[in-house]
Every structure is written in C-alpha cells, then in structure tokens.
C-alpha cells in the first residue's frame, strides 16, 4: 500500500514538474526555417507521454473523492490529453520533421508550401497569432479541469493554497496562449506545486493525529 502511494506522489508531483521544465526549453518558432530543430524535436517528443501523465496527476490528485466537481475534472482531463497530443504531435513534431527533410534537399524553398500547410492548419497548425481548434479544445479542457479540480481540492481537503495553485495552472495556457515559456512552466509547475503541498499537508496533519 505504501508502495502504490509513493507511486502516485512520484507520479503526480514528477509528471508536471518535468514538464514545466521540459517547457522552459520549448523554442519560440519566430521563423520556423531558423528553428534549432534538435532541440525543436526533444521537447515534442518528450511531451507526448509527458501531457497525458500530467492530464492524469490530476486524476490522481481527486482519486476516491467522489462528487459531480471530481468526475468533471476527470472527463476534462482525458479531452485535455487527447486534443493536446493530437495537436502537439502534428504542430510539433510533423512540422520538424517536414523542415529536417527541407534543410537536408538542395531546394528547401520548395518545401515550404507543405511545412506552412501544417503549420497554419486551423486545426492542427501552431502558428503564432492563430487559434487552431485542437488547442483551444486542450486549453479549454485544462482551465476547466483545473477549476473543477481546485474546488473539490478546497472543500474535500480544506487546502486552499492548493486550491489557488490549481486555478492558477489552469489559467497558465489560457492568458498566456502557449505552452512554451511561460505559459507551460506556470501551468505544469503550479499543478506540482498543489500536488507538493497536499502531500506536505497530508503527512503534517498524520504527526500532528498521532
């Protein structure tokens, strides 16, 4: 039993942690053809298992709390990892592969025209200043998962520090339109930090029983 617990506090503090520092590494594509694409690559490929094992430390923050509030969290969550992945995968990861392929041809001008059909994709693309609809389905997931969550947090565990660091990861992706820096770091690093402090709270509260 104590084994499985440890597994989820590693699991629901590390998942979100390594995230918002894998995110603070995320380049800003100003010019997509001048991208450091080694570096372009690592963080998208590492953010594939890493936003669903996010999406899912917040399921096991609401684990055997039952209530309407939890079970819409959980629903948000799932819809977060999906659409999240989804989006990222073709956004991130279709797009530096499609520009490693143009920069290694002997006419990379000519692949322009298919790397900026992904890239400003109204539904997959990831250009700065549009609103692909997979993204804005995962930002709105995660807001409202999020908030849900923060409100079971507060009257099921009485934290309201927790609370609050709930509703600030959620509104990381959503102000800041961009899980690069500081979009991703805020939101990923505040769910740690509530996933830190209810487990703080939880073994203070035991010394304190006992």
Same mark, same amino acid.
């Given at each position: 039993? +104590?084994? &499985? *617990?440890?597994?989820? !506090?590693?699991?629901?503090?590390? %998942?979100?942690?390594?995230?918002?520092?894998?995110?603070?590494?995320?380049?800003?594509?100003?010019?997509?053809?001048?991208?450091?694409?080694?570096?372009?690559?690592?963080?998208?490929?590492?953010?594939?298992?890493?936003?669903?094992? *996010?999406?899912? /430390?917040?399921?096991?923050?609401?684990?055997?709390?039952?209530?309407?509030? %939890?079970?819409?969290?959980?629903?948000?969550?799932?819809?977060?990892?999906?659409?999240?992945?989804?989006?990222?995968?073709?956004? #991130?990861?279709?797009? @530096?592969?499609?520009?490693?392929?143009? +920069?290694?041809?002997?006419?990379?001008?000519?692949?322009?025209?298919?790397?900026?059909?992904?890239?400003?994709?109204?539904?997959? @693309?990831?250009?700065?200043? !549009?609103?692909?609809? $997979? =993204?804005?389905? #995962?930002?709105?997931?995660?807001?409202?998962?999020?908030? =849900?969550?923060?409100?079971?947090?507060?009257?099921?565990?009485?934290?309201?520090?927790?609370?609050?660091?709930?509703?600030?990861?959620? $509104?990381?992706?959503?102000?800041? &339109? !961009?899980? %690069?820096?500081?979009?991703?770091?805020? *939101?990923?690093? =505040?769910?740690?930090?509530? !996933?830190?402090?209810?487990?703080?709270? @939880?073994?203070?509260?035991?010394?304190?029983? /006992?």
């Amino acid at each position: 039993m +104590k084994a &499985k *617990s440890f597994c989820y !506090t590693l699991l629901s503090i590390g %998942a979100p942690l390594t995230l918002a520092v894998v995110e603070i590494f995320h380049p800003h594509p100003h010019d997509l053809f001048q991208l450091d694409l080694r570096t372009w690559l690592i963080v998208h490929y590492l953010q594939i298992p890493l936003f669903p094992l *996010s999406a899912l /430390a917040v399921v096991i923050l609401l684990r055997e709390l039952p209530g309407i509030a %939890a079970c819409f969290a959980r629903v948000a969550m799932f819809i977060f990892a999906v659409s999240y992945v989804a989006f990222d995968t073709a956004a #991130g990861i279709v797009t @530096g592969i499609l520009l490693q392929a143009a +920069k290694s041809s002997s006419a990379p001008e000519q692949w322009q025209p298919a790397v900026m059909a992904v890239w400003r994709h109204p539904v997959i @693309g990831g250009a700065p200043g !549009t609103s692909p609809l $997979l =993204a804005i389905v #995962g930002s709105v997931a995660w807001s409202v998962g999020t908030t =849900a969550a923060a409100w079971v947090v507060w009257r099921r565990r009485d934290s309201l520090v927790a609370a609050i660091l709930l509703v600030v990861s959620g $509104l990381g992706l959503s102000i800041f &339109k !961009t899980h %690069a820096w500081p979009g991703g770091p805020v *939101s990923f690093g =505040a769910l740690a930090l509530a !996933t830190a402090w209810l487990q703080w709270q @939880g073994v203070d509260r035991s010394r304190s029983d /006992a």
